[in-house]
């Protein structure tokens, strides 16, 4: 199979995943994120990378935000938001975190695969994906999928955290530009 194929049949799956996400868990995640508290993201692997674009972003937006394992993450204080990217729900890494965070009184948001795990357990809110993986038996989920391992989620979320920061843009009254200015020149 030709790699344009292979690509189109990848954009098809993830269209028809993009097609059963549930817009009320969406907006509920949305309402957690806004200017007047400090934001954690976390994630490990490829959903680590896709969560760490979203951080990226965030900032674009004028979000105080930290990604998880920087040395420059500072003390968290109760009302701070924890958000995790986390297939599975149940990495032990940031299954530690979240409920380390509950204790200190952190709201927590998933966005992940499986509507039953260790972390959707602790999250005030939480997307699930439809997907395929081939380490999650949730009944929710599409079926099998082209791809290796949990591609499909890593892309959907992604998209899905590009989509939140546009709706974000209109709730914070946010420009392309004035993010922009908020875009790195160091590098």
Do not use: C, W
């Amino acid at each position: 199979m030709k790699t344009t194929e292979i690509l189109s049949k990848i954009l098809g799956e993830l269209k028809v995943s993009s097609l059963q996400i549930d817009e009320t868990q969406v907006a509920k995640f949305i309402s957690y994120i806004g200017p007047n508290k400090r934001i954690y993201v976390a994630g490990a692997g490829r959903s680590g990378v896709a969560i760490k674009a979203f951080a990226s972003r965030l900032m674009h937006l004028g979000l105080d935000v930290h990604f998880i394992g920087d040395i420059t993450v500072p003390h968290t204080k109760p009302g701070d938001l924890l958000i995790i990217g986390s297939g599975s729900g149940e990495t032990q890494s940031l299954v530690s975190l979240a409920q380390k965070a509950k204790k200190n009184g952190l709201n927590i948001i998933l966005n992940t695969l499986t509507s039953n795990s260790t972390i959707a357990d602790l999250a005030d809110a939480k997307i699930v994906l439809p997907g395929a993986s081939p380490k999650v038996e949730d009944k929710t989920h599409i079926g099998a999928s082209i791809q290796p391992m949990g591609s499909g989620f890593e892309q959907l979320s992604l998209l899905v955290y590009d989509a939140i920061v546009m709706s974000l843009m209109n709730k914070l009254n946010q420009t392309g530009e004035m993010m922009f200015e908020r875009h790195a020149n160091l590098e």
